[in-house]
């Protein structure tokens, strides 16, 4: 099992930035890919950015040249650079784990982009 604590969402004006944080405990070296996904109101959970153990990336096309997803040292935090941050940006933020036994999911944390 693996348990995830998501932090540093907030309200930001447009053009702004923030930096998500997702940190891992449990049985952390069992762990093949993190991702960041996002749900807006009344809307489906979107995948946003995800990782690999190796460090390679792939980026939802509404986030490319914006957002970096990227991991700590110690491999267990997984980080969510957000810059030039758009009102549709709005949304909970899952921070997610993926690993041998299935996928583990943060509480989400509450990211807001005001115009």
């Known amino acids: 099992q693996v348990q995830l604590v998501e932090s540093g969402g907030g309200l930001v004006q447009a053009g702004g930035s923030l930096r998500l944080s997702c940190a891992a405990s449990?049985?952390?070296?069992?762990?093949?890919?993190m991702s960041w996904y996002r749900q807006a109101p009344g809307k489906q959970r979107d995948l946003v950015a995800t990782i690999t153990g190796g460090g390679r990336t792939n980026y939802a096309d509404s986030v490319k040249g914006r957002f970096t997803i990227s991991r700590g040292n110690a491999k267990n935090t997984v980080y969510l650079q957000m810059n030039s941050l758009k009102p549709e940006d709005t949304a909970v933020y899952y921070c997610?784990?993926?690993?041998?036994?299935?996928?583990?999911w943060g509480q989400g944390t509450q990211v807001t982009v005001s115009s």
């Open positions: 997610a784990a993926d690993y041998m036994d299935g996928r583990s």
């Open positions: 449990g049985s952390i070296f069992s762990i093949n890919v």
